[in-house]
């Protein structure tokens, strides 16, 4: 709660600086959320369109292991036989001009995890489809240049509603 009223507070001020005009921002980017509505690590894809909407396409899959690297689950099984995947589709819409935006969007966010004990059979024992979204703020980068996205990352699924902080580094491609 803390969270969402800072970002209430500093979002118009930042929103503010960006009304620079600036057309030589990127297009297409590339980020890592640090923290965010699926988990550390996750790679996006970016693209904005018209100025004022984005679509973002991300996910991630990994081997499902602790903090200190055991594998998590029934021994008998490796590594390479459990795993994590989470994608995310996603549309926001810009607020301002320039490099600093206001971000609001919603998409949807599937999860499942696996185990395989041979080659072909492959077991879902754990999944998810939910709703997420993103209240914050962007710093579009020029292209080759990095920003950053900062906000409130809310997931709602069949377990309830698991608000969460999002920060992602932001790189530039075109």
């Known amino acids: 709660m803390r969270l969402l009223v800072a970002l209430l507070l500093v979002i118009p001020a930042l929103a503010a600086l960006g009304q620079d005009g600036r057309s030589d921002l990127a297009v ?6 640090v923290l ?8 996006n ?21 602790d903090e200190e690297g055991d594998l998590i689950g029934d021994e008998h099984y490796t590594p390479q036989d459990l795993s994590f995947a989470a994608g995310t589709v996603m549309v926001s819409r810009l607020f301002g001009q320039g490099a600093v935006r206001l971000e609001v969007g919603a998409g949807v966010m599937g999860r499942a995890n696996t185990r395989s004990r041979a080659p072909g059979d492959t077991d879902l024992f754990d999944s998810t489809v939910g709703l997420t979204g993103v209240l914050g703020f962007r710093v579009q980068p020029e292209p080759g240049g990095f920003g950053i996205r900062l906000g409130f990352t809310p997931l709602m699924d069949l377990r309830g509603l698991h608000p969460s902080a999002g920060l992602s580094v932001v790189y530039g491609l075109e």
């Open 45 to 65: 894809i970016d693209v904005l369109v018209a100025d004022r909407f984005a679509l973002r396409f991300g996910g991630i899959l990994l081997p499902l292991v």
């Open 28 to 33: 297409h980017t590339v980020y890592v959320e």
């Open 36 to 43: 965010g509505n699926a988990m550390p690590g996750t790679l």
